[in-house]
């Protein structure tokens, strides 16, 4: 069955994508509205099954891989400034706006504060491909986006780790920061001393693109051990892609591991957020899902826009990179999952908020598309 629900995904997603770009719009777009109308939602042709899950987690897993194989690090190393600030910027305004809105609803403190954290995650999948649509991905606001991502990922997660221990859960904050300083403290070396060396062992093995195989083994293990320690998995994966990228062997492996993504894995990615979304009895909560999205997409796009701007970015390209901060994507949604488990989260609420993340996922490929237009007019001008 998953095998003729795959077909579908593949061919409506490209078709889709195909009517997004006639239409002005990133490819990306067609491919998470095409979602919804296969899913449970609309048609019902895809459901959101387990294998389906998995499938899209190597998407989404070889997507953040490419970007990093593709990161300029020279313009990288320029842009820390301005990736600080916007990460930092990024988590204050949401995180404050979020805990005044649960107040308002008549969360507790802590649950608010649960609240302001999860507006506080960003995952930067989608602008990732949008960038790349639009060659930008190795600009300077595309770098500052990437490594502002990172730094979102680690305040955010230690941050909830926190508020786990002081709600009572059995989380210790201790281990936590722990965990995540030997990720980066190994991922780092290992990708500096150590992927050269795997890489040239397999270049002489005499089987079929065994090259190709080592930067999926080399992929997937950083994005394993990532999630392992209580880091994203993706961010596992982007600096196996940094770490590749300095060898030798980067463009064979860019080239044909854009293949195999593009093919199969990213599309299924991008389509599955659409067939996750379950929009049944929502009707009940539309002012709140209204309200929580609208205040979603503004505090992180004027938190990231004010943090770039503080760190000399003018104004229109630190509204480019505040676009891209903006969808919350499967980050926000395995934090709403924690807090459900934790009873930080109502079912009700839940389900909101799920329906919010989609919101700021369908923003930010038009809204990127729009801001980078006319940042690019604006250059040749």
């Known amino acids: ?65 490419i970007a990093g194989l593709e990161t300029d690090m020279n313009e990288f190393k320029r842009t820390g400034k301005a ?11 949401p995180l404050s706006v979020g805990y005044v809105a649960g107040t308002v609803i008549g969360l507790t403190h ?14 930067v999948s989608i602008s990732v491909q949008v960038l790349k649509e639009m060659n930008q991905l190795q600009s300077k606001e ?13 305040v955010v997660i230690v ?16 281990t936590v920061i722990l965990k995540k300083v030997v990720f980066f403290a190994l991922a780092i070396f290992v990708a500096w001393k150590l992927i050269p060396v795997v890489l040239r062992l ?27 320690t209580g880091v994203a998995s993706i961010i596992g994966a982007y600096i196996a892609g940094l770490g590749v990228s300095f060898t030798d062997y980067k463009k064979e492996i860019s080239h044909k591991v854009e293949t195999i993504s593009y093919s199969i894995f990213v599309p299924v990615f991008f389509t599955s957020i659409g067939v996750a979304v379950e929009l049944s009895g929502v009707g009940r909560h539309l002012w709140l899902i209204a309200t929580l999205s609208m205040l979603a997409i503004l505090t992180k796009l004027v938190g990231a826009s004010f943090g770039a701007k503080l760190a000399g970015v003018p104004w229109r390209p630190a509204l480019a990179i505040g676009a891209g901060m903006v969808s919350r994507g499967e980050v926000a949604l395995i934090i709403a999952g924690i807090g459900l488990e934790a009873k930080l989260l109502t079912a009700d609420l839940f389900s909101s908020i799920v329906v919010v993340v989609l ?14 237009k006319e940042e690019v007019v604006k250059r040749i001008a």
């Open 202 to 228: 397999f270049a002489p093995l005499r089987v079929d693109e065994a090259i190709i195989s080592a930067g999926l083994i080399i992929c997937f293990s950083f994005a394993y051990f990532a999630e392992a």
């Open 359 to 372: 919101v700021t996922t369908l923003v930010t490929p038009p809204l990127l598309k729009m801001l980078f």
């Open 142 to 154: 595309g770098s500052t986006i990437l490594g502002a991502a990172v730094i979102d990922d680690i």
């Open 1 to 65: 069955m998953f095998i003729l629900q795959l077909a579908a995904i593949l061919f409506a997603s490209k078709i889709a994508g195909d009517i997004s770009v006639r239409l002005g719009q990133p490819a990306v777009l067609g491919k998470l509205l095409i979602g919804i109308v296969l899913g449970p939602t609309v048609l019902g042709i895809v459901n959101d099954t387990e294998i389906l899950k998995e499938v899209s987690q190597i998407g989404v897993i070889l997507l953040m891989f």
């Open 83 to 93: 990736a600080t600030f916007v990460g930092v910027l990024g988590i204050v305004v």
């Open 159 to 174: 941050s909830l780790a926190f508020l786990m221990s002081v709600a009572g859960s059995d989380v210790a904050l201790g």
């Open 110 to 123: 802590i649950q608010a504060v649960f609240l302001g954290l999860l507006l506080s995650a960003t995952s």
